[in-house]
């Protein structure tokens, strides 16, 4: 089946403008996650939903980043007026609801979208 | 504060060598460990492990856990061209973000 999928690949942006990424999960998966990768580093948190709420947005890094998911599917991650310190590959993980029973923490990442802010 | 960490950092090896990456963590609620592949931006999933002492194995590729040292390894025997990439490890407590390490990037030089 079709995995998790990101647009844009890539966002080149100038600084202060406002942006718009979409991450889109496997079909089933209610839980999305949001991470942020720079150069050199491993995946780091940003926000996490279970079905349409937002579970946990603690590494959101500050109130110009907000995310959504209004149906239960499709995430948006929006970042307000860039700084050139956004730069990074954005990239998007689904993974199954916990089930009785069942460890479901292994999570599906998409491509990411590397945004550039000049 | 949770943390991963990964070892080493980098590492180039000709193709043919083993190679044993390694991964250690400190978690406030543990509940799995995962490794996965990272090529170009996607990290795509190879291992997730639950309890200490048994193997997975996929190929050339094996990994093991230890809760009690709180660490685990990943093996690649007879290492090919294709399987430079950084490889990165991550902490899992039930549908909760995943805390990574920073990976380790490995080179398989012809």
């Known amino acids: 089946g079709a995995g998790v999928s990101q647009t844009p690949s890539n966002k080149v942006t100038e600084k202060g403008k406002y942006v718009e990424l979409r991450c889109d999960p496997i079909s089933g998966h209610t839980a999305l996650y949001w991470y942020r990768q720079s150069l050199g580093q491993g995946p780091e948190f940003l926000i996490y939903?279970?079905?349409?709420?937002?579970?946990?947005d603690s590494g959101l890094p500050n109130d110009r980043f907000f995310a959504v998911r209004p149906e239960g599917s499709v995430s948006t991650l929006k970042i307000q007026r860039t700084e050139r310190g956004d730069s990074a590959v954005y990239l998007c993980?689904?993974?199954?609801?916990?089930?009785?029973?069942?460890?479901?923490?292994?999570?599906?990442f998409g491509p990411g979208t590397r945004l550039t802010v000049l | 504060e949770d943390k991963v960490v990964q070892s080493p950092l980098s590492l180039v090896v000709h193709e043919g060598d083993t190679v044993t990456l390694n991964c250690s963590y400190e978690?406030?609620?543990?509940?799995?460990l995962l490794w996965y592949k990272q090529e170009k931006k996607a990290p795509t999933f190879l291992f997730m492990l639950t309890s200490s002492g048994i193997e997975k194995k996929s190929g050339r590729l094996s990994s093991i856990l230890d809760k009690k040292e709180l660490f685990s390894i990943l093996n690649i025997t007879a290492t090919q061209t294709g399987d430079s990439a950084i490889y990165l490890c991550?902490?899992?407590?039930?549908?909760?973000?995943?805390?990574f390490g920073k990976g380790t990037r490995l080179s398989v030089i012809a």
């Open positions: 939903f279970q079905g349409t709420g937002a579970a946990d």
């Open positions: 978690v406030t609620n543990f509940r799995s």
């Open positions: 993980a689904s993974s199954l609801s916990q089930r009785e029973g069942l460890i479901t923490d292994t999570q599906y």
């Open positions: 991550a902490v899992g407590s039930g549908n909760t973000p995943l805390v």
